[in-house]
């Protein structure tokens, strides 16, 4: 383990990521300074979060070149861009860069399993979550279940509560993994379609950024890919050790990893096929939560889990908060809140998931992002489409004017997610669905995806 005594480290960005990795180093010894854009004013409840840490020093308010004068190292919250002045000049003088996973990653004293992907990681990283602890409660390894990173609490927060014996189930996205040397012994990637192109500039950049999990393991870890994903499958030629697959069709050749047969999931192994679960014994909506039930199948079989914790760990699942969440039936609609869709492709596999007439809330920040099969799919599938934030010019652009006898039959365009809720209460109809699937980010209005969801599910329980 790194001896943080008496190091220098500077902090970027004083969110969760950041106020966690400046609590760990402070305790470590490390000399801290934790900087943000925000003013004091703002950053009241981030202050009293580490108060019990007064050798921390604070900067906020901007960032000043200085604080690398006497810095060692420069760790990265996932918001901070690499085009931030600070950073650049950080690079300029060669200083390394990390941030809250590449420590953690360096002090873990167990295996981890990482997943990353353009979509549904957080559906199969809390799927894995789920089949690792039904194989600890029927008494096998592991000892016991650490599931976060990319979502839920940084673990940095418990690392010295972990043994070796315990089994980590890491969400990574692209923002971590640019800073990322130290990678999991079973890494997966599920997915590489166009998101966060506003950070990365190119998919060129976006696709290196994944691409990073498994060039930095070694010949004894083991890679998932997806085997029909063009983006995940031409990865291939990167993996170092073991290579386990997952898709629909049947794998081909000596190729091992999970697949669909009929209605029936099965696993290919060294010693032929293992059938899984009957396909109506997963609850969740729509073709794409099939496949993540699918990779983590092959995830489980790459983390040495067995066939009973993976049908334990699908059966009674519902989905995560944010994902095609049932919020309530009101005016005889059922409305859905799938806040956590950000990129168009998301929200087209939200659409795809109901043969019910659809009223669709999209908007929020655009990721530079294409939109143009996504207003295809609104034509097909869409029956009235409202839109908020401030992608709504650019999204009604894609979707183009309104054509009798068409869909989508109505566009309306808002500033606000509220007012988009009012509106759709006005045009639904019994049967409908109601469906928040946002396609942007939410950095326009909420602070995240999770505080948008909430506050859709409060005003669509207001409703009256």
């Not at 890494?187 to 990073?212: Q, V």
């Not at 190729?255 to 679960?277: H, N, P, R, V």
């Not at 806040?339 to 655009?366: C, H, K, N, Q, Y």
Request: with cysteine; charged share 20%; net charge negative.
């Amino acid at each position: 383990m790194k001896d943080w005594q008496g190091q220098h480290v500077l902090v970027i960005g004083a969110a969760r990521q950041g106020l966690a990795l400046a609590r760990y180093l402070a305790q470590k010894g490390a000399r801290v300074v934790l900087n943000d854009s925000r003013p004091e004013d703002q950053m009241q409840s981030a202050h009293q979060s580490l108060q019990d840490l007064p050798q921390i020093r604070w900067v906020l308010g901007s960032h000043p070149l200085e604080l690398l004068d006497d810095t060692g190292l420069v760790c990265l919250s996932g918001g901070i861009p690499l085009t931030l002045p600070l950073v650049i000049e950080a690079q300029r003088r060669g200083l390394p860069l990390s941030n809250d996973s590449q420590v953690f990653m360096e002090a873990v004293p167990c295996p981890v399993v990482g997943i990353t992907g353009s979509a549904g990681k957080t559906t199969t990283t809390t799927l894995v979550g789920r089949m690792a602890q039904a194989a600890v409660e029927s008494g096998a390894a592991p000892r016991r279940v650490w599931v976060g990173g990319n979502i839920g609490q940084p673990l940095i927060n418990f690392i010295d509560e972990m043994h070796a014996d315990d089994l980590v189930i890491l969400e990574l996205s692209s923002f971590q993994l640019e800073q990322m040397t130290c990678m999991p012994q079973v890494a997966a990637i599920l997915n590489i379609t166009p998101n966060h192109l506003d950070r990365h500039g190119t998919m060129e950049a976006y696709t290196a950024a994944k691409a990073r999990i498994l060039e930095f393991q070694t010949p004894g870890d083991v890679a998932v890919l997806n085997r029909e994903d063009v983006g995940s499958w031409g990865l291939a030629g990167k993996v170092r050790g073991k290579l386990v697959t997952f898709g629909l069709g049947k794998p081909t050749g000596k190729q091992i990893g999970a697949y669909l047969a009929g209605d029936t999931l099965y696993l290919a192994g060294d010693q032929g096929a293992t059938a899984l679960m009957p396909r109506d014994l997963i609850s969740l909506r729509g073709e794409h939560n099939l496949v993540n039930v699918l990779a983590a199948c092959a995830i489980a079989q790459a983390a040495g889990l067995p066939v009973e914790a993976m049908r334990k760990g699908v059966e009674g699942f519902n989905g995560v908060a944010h994902r095609l969440e049932f919020v309530r039936t009101y005016r005889g609609a059922a409305w859905y809140n799938d806040s956590i869709a950000t990129a168009p492709e998301r929200s087209m596999a939200a659409i795809r998931s109901f043969i019910e007439p659809l009223v669709l809330l999209a908007g929020g920040r655009d990721k530079n992002l294409p939109w143009g099969a996504f207003a295809d799919l609104v034509h097909q599938r869409v029956d009235h489409l409202v839109l908020f934030g401030e992608a709504t010019e650019k999204i009604s652009a894609a979707v183009g004017p309104l054509q009798p006898d068409r869909r989508p039959y109505s566009l309306v365009c808002y500033d606000h997610l509220f007012q988009a809720v009012q509106a759709a209460a006005e045009i639904i109809e019994p049967g409908d669905v109601v469906l928040l699937s946002p396609g942007g980010t939410s950095f326009d209005e909420f602070r995240d995806f999770e505080e948008r969801g909430e506050w859709y599910r409060k005003w669509v329980k207001e409703l009256t």
